[in-house]
């Protein structure tokens, strides 16, 4: 059951989302069509443009500046390697640590930058740990992190 990730793009061209596709025990040797279908299948039922949009999405696998999504063990899920998926992932984060600090008000800036930056962080150094740990790795994922996040 291999996972995929698969972006979904509007009539203009533009990326509104990618889901991680997993076509189950009957996707075993499945090509690039049938994770693209699935994932067409899940932006019409997730709602994720109006039913007279639905005709105007088109699917591609997705393709990141390392290549395709490999598996691997990255505790840091890859849904973050996505616009919405980032800051989905800083938002849960960043209410967390608004609850551990006793719900301050007037402060949601400050907990969604100690979010990201947290978030980012752990990338780099998954993806450091993922290289082998190699010297002066740290710094490139980090700047590659970073990179990624203000586009």
Request: aromatic share 6%.
């Amino acid at each position: 059951m291999e996972e995929r990730l698969v972006d979904i793009i509007d009539s203009n061209g533009r990326v509104l989302h990618t889901y991680p596709i997993t076509l189950g025990e009957t996707g075993e040797g499945a090509g690039d069509a049938e994770y693209q279908t699935k994932a067409l299948q899940a932006a019409a039922h997730g709602q994720l443009v109006s039913d007279t949009e639905l005709l105007g999405l088109s699917a591609r696998m997705h393709k990141s500046r390392a290549g395709r999504l490999q598996p691997s063990s990255d505790e840091i899920s890859t849904t973050s390697q996505t616009r919405l998926g980032l800051e989905q992932v800083v938002r849960e984060q960043a209410y967390a640590l608004w609850e551990q600090e006793g719900r301050p008000d007037g402060r949601a800036e400050e907990f969604w930058h100690r979010a990201l930056e947290q978030h980012l962080k752990g990338r780099a150094y998954v993806l450091w740990q993922q290289e082998g740990s190699p010297d002066g790795g740290a710094d490139k994922n980090w700047h590659q992190t970073r990179e990624f996040q203000s586009q």
